[in-house]
């Protein structure tokens, strides 16, 4: 009989938190879809200040906007770290051209980020057109010595989540052009890592390393590179040449900040919940979903826990990250001051995958604990079909945590995957690809999360 | 140890089949994401068709390219089941302003389906904004006479499922201007059934019975119901006027076609798994998520069905039906002859909620049959992110198939909610909306399930 009391009284404790855990998301998220701030602080980012490419001065604004949004918003602390960051802008319009003949076919190319530019008058030369690194590895010296390579393996559209589409492409531009160099290449182009058929050039880091060398690497459209693939294969190959100009630079480097706010624990205000987006933006367009989406959802997140007088437990920081897109240098600050602050990291949120309707979270933790979250907030997360708690990773921008600060469990948030790599990188991500109702969605799950983290922990 | 062998041959049995299926699943996906066709066949029905109200001649060009469409693909039978359907028309474009004194202020309306017009100078009228017919009916007669009633409940956005928010703002719009014409108001201005603040009117049928008394009816955009609302929140009553004009018509009915092509069943042709959308469409707009989407889905799940030589046991058939907006005849209709045909039907899917990218289906079924869906099905639908198998309702055209025909189980296709009732009814829902893989993933996600009912059954 005592045994069963018990049990019962197991039972319904176990039932009343989880009633208090459901109704405080209720809360959060009737305050994120009535009251949600997100949408008119990413039309400020995006319409006001725009592309934000860190070293810029639009980088800067954004840092100062970032800043008075949360001392705004009347957060505990808002402060910001200093980091240097590189300094690269593209110049002029990049032109590029397909060569048959006497004829010269205009396409649209886009300077691969922290690329060279070509001499003044462009880069004219053979294309050899490969599906791989290593193919062309197996071509070598003699057959690539100066020419342009064309990587040009498609995104294959069967993978589900199209982040993995990304990843299997995505060597071509990371690396490609530092291993053309390596043998003689004189130029590289590579196929926009894009699952959509359209005429935008993504950019997009791409290898430079001191000592390394370099050659002009530009991204072209995928139907631009449809295009030459096509012409590459009906005509003899001396007849088809490309010639691409671009007079992109490295400027020496800037000094600039990550924007940081914090609701101070009650209890434990040296342990810290992180969730953040990176506030730098590539150049070509408003950076709405890479990753403006990510810094207002961020944001938001604390709005909304602030706006429903929730006094977290441990620290919880909104981080606007600096320099995601080509160094992650405000990243690497963050863990490296973490460390020296002798910070105690509970979990940091990424939020960098697009504004898109949520699905879930990626915890980058033991199966187990990844079962143990599952068993005990899948049910909390249904409800808002959120509830995708799936083993995953982190984000660029947290990485560097792992290394300086022990037993942080990182985490990053999942939306739906299928549109963003049509936009990534490209002049198309501006605020009216933003979704109001979708953003607002993906701040309160990620209110949420920290919510449960503060109350519950991890592990 | 008879009993232990004998538990490993159903264990590895069912281990076995449940890979089968994870396979057949995995070659419906890449079939759909490497060689889907319907993208190119919805920018035909959108772009070279368009708008196709039961009884245009437009409605009856898509009855021709649907049965075009499906012989082309070389199904076991394509044919067209006859039925009269309303022919309603909306005349010239409509007008609506508030009148403000001497002021005269233009707001977006449009007529709802089957409303009649006003008098050819336009109706002009004090205005009475309530946000419920209790509220009206309240007020009654004396009040509500000679007006224009002004139905302003705003779609509720803390539903998380935005069906949940059209349901709970419609009956605004499917009873309030009946409602209205009982109490003798002389017109009704209903808010656009719609989460979004725009300036886009949102038409849709309003309840027309024959013998019923009807007033002039019309939807009025979001941003246009807040401002008049707030026009009649500063001034006094009198100063206020609203004046609309329509040219609505009701012409005889036509002739008109439901389209099915069908995979006649290897072991029971006479045993039926139904999959179908509404050819039909408002005449706004193009019909592209409403329900052009559903529609080439249908016609793509049997393709590739086809495409991988899969060979059903049951007959499948891809059903367009016509006058889903503004009557069901064609749902009617299709029912009405399973029952006179003495056809066994084992499901109906209804895909009517947009070409979104999936989230699952919904089971108008007992949670012990959800139950066993789920527990058999949930792990195969997890890979493709379309696993929400939940106790659902079926859908307009398909509803009637339960008076018809015993023991049928009707299934929604349930595609993410969140931007649907932005574009329903509008002039935006245009092919532009629709994302290739979105709709590739739905018609992916139905192919799977015919296929596992075929195999399996539901019960």
Chains 1, 2 share one sequence.
């Not at 992650?328 to 949120?349: C, F, M, S, W």
């Not at 985490?411 to 933003?434: G, M, N």
Request: glycine share 10%.
């Amino acid at each position: 009989m005592k045994k069963l009391l018990l049990s019962a009284a197991i039972l319904f404790g176990t039932l009343s938190l989880q009633a208090q855990d459901s109704l405080m998301m209720r809360k959060i998220y009737d305050e994120a879809l009535v009251n949600g701030q997100g949408y008119e602080n990413l039309r400020y980012l995006c319409k006001k200040i725009g592309p934000r490419l860190s070293g810029s001065p639009n980088a800067q604004k954004a840092v100062e906007w970032g800043k008075k949004l949360m001392e705004d918003y009347g957060f505990d602390r808002v402060y910001l770290q200093e980091v240097m960051v590189p300094h690269w802008v593209r110049g002029a319009k990049e032109q590029g051209a397909i060569i048959d003949g006497n004829k010269k076919i205009s396409v649209p190319i886009c300077a691969l980020g922290m690329s060279i530019a070509t001499p003044a008058a462009g880069i004219t030369a053979n294309v050899i057109e490969v599906k791989s690194i290593k193919e062309m590895q197996d071509l070598g010296e003699s057959v690539i010595k100066g020419k342009i390579v064309f990587f040009n393996r498609p995104f294959d559209p069967r993978y589900i989540e199209t982040g993995q589409g990304y990843g299997a492409a995505g060597d071509q531009r990371f690396v490609g052009p530092a291993e053309a160099a390596k043998l003689g290449a004189v130029g590289a182009i590579v196929r926009s890592l894009s699952p959509a058929l359209d005429n935008y050039p993504h950019t997009g880091g791409t290898l430079s390393e001191p000592g390394t060398k370099m050659i002009p690497a530009a991204a072209i459209s995928t139907m631009a590179a449809d295009k030459l693939s096509g012409m590459l294969r009906l005509r003899k190959l001396p007849l088809i040449k490309f010639w691409f100009k671009q007079s992109c630079q490295t400027l020496p480097e800037v000094k600039s900040y990550n924007v940081i706010g914090e609701l101070t624990g009650t209890d434990y205000p040296k342990k810290v919940i992180t969730v953040g987006g990176h506030l730098d933006s590539w150049d070509l367009a408003e950076g709405a979903h890479d990753d403006g989406t990510g810094i207002v959802q961020s944001a938001e997140a604390l709005r909304i826990l602030k706006a429903l007088n929730y006094k977290p437990k441990n620290s919880v920081r909104a981080v606007f990250f600096m320099n995601e897109e080509n160094g992650t240098r405000g990243g690497l600050k963050y863990a490296e001051l973490a460390a020296k602050n002798k910070e105690d990291h509970i979990a940091a949120i990424e939020t960098d995958e697009g504004g898109f309707v949520p699905r879930g979270f990626g915890f980058d933790a033991s199966p187990e604990v990844v079962a143990k979250i599952n068993k005990n907030w899948k049910k909390l997360f249904e409800p808002y079909e959120a509830d995708r708690l799936v083993k995953g990773e982190g984000g660029t921008d947290i990485e560097p945590l792992k290394e300086t600060v022990p037993n942080i469990t990182l985490i990053s948030f999942l939306p739906d995957s299928q549109r963003y790599f049509d936009l990534h990188h490209t002049a198309a991500d501006v605020f009216e690809k933003v979704h109001k109702r979708e953003l607002e969605l993906g701040a309160a799950a990620m209110a949420s999360l920290i919510y449960l983290i503060d109350q519950h922990g991890l592990k």
